[in-house]
Nanobody
Framework: QVHLVESGGGSVQAGGSLRLACASSGDTDSSHCVGWFRQAPGADRELVAGINTGGGRIYYADSVKGRFTISQDNAKNTVYLQMNSLKPEDIAMYYC????????????????????WGQGTQVTVSS
């Protein structure tokens, strides 16, 4: 099992940037999905970015393409979400999530690939 802890949330002006970090512990050696979800007020939880830690394949939701970048530091067992050009529409609680072992060629593009969840970190963007 994997334990996930998010950090890096906060408040930023529109157009600004934040970098979220997801530190993991437990069974982290296998190829698996690590990703970021967000849930805005009144909205469903949305997968915004995912990475296959073994194969490196990356998924982005259309709403964040060109603005957000997901990356990993294997030595630190940490996955990052660099969020640039933030908009008020990005306001949400952001959750790190991870799944079980998968083939290296899998793209982490569906919520079904994620089983374990962090507690979330709030992102606020002022207009």
């Amino acid at each position: 099992q994997v334990h996930l802890v998010e950090s890096g949330g906060g408040s930023v002006q529109a157009g600004g940037s934040l970098r979220l970090a997801c530190a993991s512990s437990g069974d982290t050696d296998s190829s698996h999905c690590v990703g970021w979800f967000r849930q805005a007020p009144g909205a469903d939880r949305e997968l915004v970015a995912g990475i296959n830690t073994g194969g490196g394949r990356i998924y982005y939701a259309d709403s964040v393409k060109g603005r957000f970048t997901i990356s990993q530091d294997n030595a630190k067992n940490t996955v990052y979400l660099q969020m640039n050009s933030l908009k008020p529409e990005d306001i949400a609680m952001y959750y790190c999530a991870a799944g079980g072992m998968i083939p290296r060629w899998v793209v982490c593009s569906t919520p079904a690939r994620f089983t374990y969840w962090g507690q979330g970190t709030q992102v606020t963007v002022s207009s």
